[in-house]
């Protein structure tokens, strides 16, 4: 097996590994990305928050996306149980600097971020899955892959930044991956095309319909296709039927939200249900010697709040920027990236916070029973992503 060196490895081609990738060569690291899939290929995920703006900015990239996506300005929440509504627009927020986000069907945009990390100089290899990270010492010093005719291949890197999502592959071996208790929940999920929007005059709405088993999403996207998904308790997920396929257990959860029922009324299945169980789960470090967990290879939080995207591009920004430094002082141990892993842990915390407030209700008092605008206007900041901004590197400089 040949063995190729590079300064940076980088395992998986989704946002956070792409974005990674991109800015290190940037800075002139001479890096590989290896991606199991040929892209486009499907993903779940398509809200994307305005704070997004500098990382597209970072890439040139923030034209290419406002004229190709849905613009998204805002949540839109519907309680079922009792049809009470609030909207939620961006422009509430504190901040409100960029009032607007936009939904992204994940092959294209991850496509795109793809291309502009290949642009950049990164030496992308796709399909080629990452087989295993090797170690020497405790550091993590290489990555043995296979391509899909089955021959192997070696990379030696100085950093590996695992980027592999749900899959997560050093989460399990290295980083004790596990679930975070009570955020347990199912996701089920297909696009749909000439689903009821609602929009106003700038862009779409994110809407958020909270029913008895959980809370739903419908997100428009380009075209008249729309992703709505159900993100469901365990225990409606056990009351499925032995045997029952996933469309009609899908059907069945829908009979509970009148409001997605309406929704979908004029609509048609574009694609087959899918489901993603055990939603919620983190990892007890997201870096060590010589490498990093980017993205959802390192945790991730129920998706209300959608923020995980937003997550994954800025924190793959933020560790461009360790690692190019780490490269330069010519050391990759672990205490290089504590500051990093520590803006991370911020963020699952706050991302927490957000996701344990729709299930206990706290939530819906806020938006239904509250009077006055601050608590709206904090939560539009929230969900926006704002607190992201908080730079912790500023500490150790
Ligand atoms: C149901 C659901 C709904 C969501 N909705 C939203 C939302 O609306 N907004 C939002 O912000 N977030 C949402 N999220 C979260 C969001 O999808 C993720 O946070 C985001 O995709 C993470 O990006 P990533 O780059 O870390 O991982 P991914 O996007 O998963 O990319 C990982 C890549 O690694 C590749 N890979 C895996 N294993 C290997 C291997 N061994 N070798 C090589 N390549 C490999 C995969 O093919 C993939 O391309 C949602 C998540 C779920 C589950």
Redesign the pocket.
């Known amino acids: 097996m040949d063995v190729e060196p590079y300064d940076v490895c980088v395992?998986?081609?989704?946002?956070?590994?792409?974005v990674a990738a991109a800015l290190l060569a940037r800075a002139g690291a001479r890096c590989v990305l290896?991606?199991?899939?040929a892209?486009p290929?499907f993903?779940?995920?398509?809200?994307?928050?305005p704070r997004a703006l500098p990382v597209l900015d970072a890439l040139g990239l923030a034209e290419s996306v406002d004229r190709r996506f849905t613009c998204a300005v805002g949540l839109h929440f519907t309680c079922c149980r009792t049809g009470r509504q609030r909207a939620v627009p961006w422009s509430l927020g504190l901040r409100g600097s960029h009032p607007r986000g936009w939904h992204v069907p994940?092959g294209a945009f991850?496509a795109l971020l793809l291309e502009r990390a290949r642009a950049l100089g990164v030496d992308v290899r796709a399909p080629?899955?990452?087989?295993d990270v090797l170690f020497e010492d405790g550091h993590a010093r290489g990555v043995r892959?296979r391509t899909p005719d089955g021959a192997r291949v070696g990379f030696l890197a100085q950093v590996i930044l695992d980027?592999?999502?749900?899959?997560t592959?050093l989460g399990a071996r290295v980083a004790g991956r596990q679930p975070i208790p009570g955020l347990d929940a199912t996701?089920l999920?297909a696009h749909f095309v000439g689903a009821r929007r609602r929009t106003d005059h700038i862009g779409a709405f994110?809407e958020v319909l909270l029913f008895p088993h959980g809370w739903l999403?419908h997100?428009p996207l380009p075209g008249e296709v729309s992703s709505l998904?159900a993100?469901c308790s365990e225990a409606w997920v056990r009351a499925r039927r032995k045997g029952e396929a996933l469309e009609p257990f899908f059907q069945r959860t829908l009979e509970d939200a009148p409001a997605a029922k309406e929704v979908l009324a004029p609509a048609r299945r574009l694609t087959p249900v899918q489901a993603?169980a055990g939603?919620s789960y983190r990892c007890e470090r997201r870096a060590g010697d010589g490498f990093l967990l980017?993205?959802?290879?390192g945790g991730?939080v129920d998706?209300f709040p959608?923020?995980?995207?937003?997550?994954?591009l800025e924190g793959?920004r933020r560790a461009a920027l360790a690692v190019e430094k780490a490269l330069g002082a010519g050391d990759t141990s672990a205490e290089r990236f504590e500051l990093w892993e520590a803006w991370y842990r911020a963020q699952e915390a706050r991302h927490q916070a957000l996701a344990r407030a729709l299930y206990g209700g706290a939530l819906e008092t806020l938006l239904f029973d509250a009077p006055g605008s601050a608590g709206l206007q904090a939560l539009a900041s929230a969900l926006a992503g704002d607190a992201l901004d908080v730079d912790f590197t500023a500490w150790s400089e």
């Open positions: 395992l998986g081609g989704g946002p956070a590994g792409s290896l991606e199991r899939e892209f290929r993903h779940v995920g398509e809200a994307l928050s994940r991850d080629c899955t990452a087989e892959a980027a592999t999502g749900r899959d592959l996701a999920f994110l999403w997100l998904g993100v993603i939603l980017l993205g959802d290879a991730s998706p959608p923020l995980g995207l937003l997550g994954a793959a």
